[in-house]
């Protein structure tokens, strides 16, 4: 699966965002590598709950900004996945 970030190496990185805004940056960055394609499950509430150390409300958040920044969709009793143009949308994004 995925390789567990760390929060207190991503605190070094970031220090001034928020848990929630972390989490986000490190899967757009994914999906922005290609590490996740059009198609694939992003990683679950409980999942980003344990890699990031967050609560189930700010895990929740991520999946919500992800869905509304039109990053993925949400298949109810399956999961999140990657849209299509996702990193076309964040590389475009980018480079603005």
Same mark, same amino acid.
């Given at each position: 699966?995925?390789?567990l970030v760390r929060p207190s190496i991503l605190d070094r990185v970031h220090p /001034? @965002? /928020?848990k929630? @805004?972390?989490a986000y940056a490190v899967v757009?960055? @994914?999906i922005r590598t290609g590490e996740l394609q059009p198609g694939d499950r992003v990683p679950t509430v409980h999942e980003l709950m344990v890699e990031f150390e967050m609560s189930n409300t700010v895990a929740q958040k991520v999946h919500r900004a992800l869905r509304e920044a039109g990053?993925?969709?949400t298949e109810p009793g399956?999961? /999140?996945y990657v849209l299509e143009g996702a990193a076309e949308k964040l590389q475009a994004e980018q480079e603005e």
């Open positions: 699966m995925f390789a /001034s @965002r /928020s929630w @805004r972390q757009c960055d @994914r990053l993925t969709e399956t999961g /999140s």
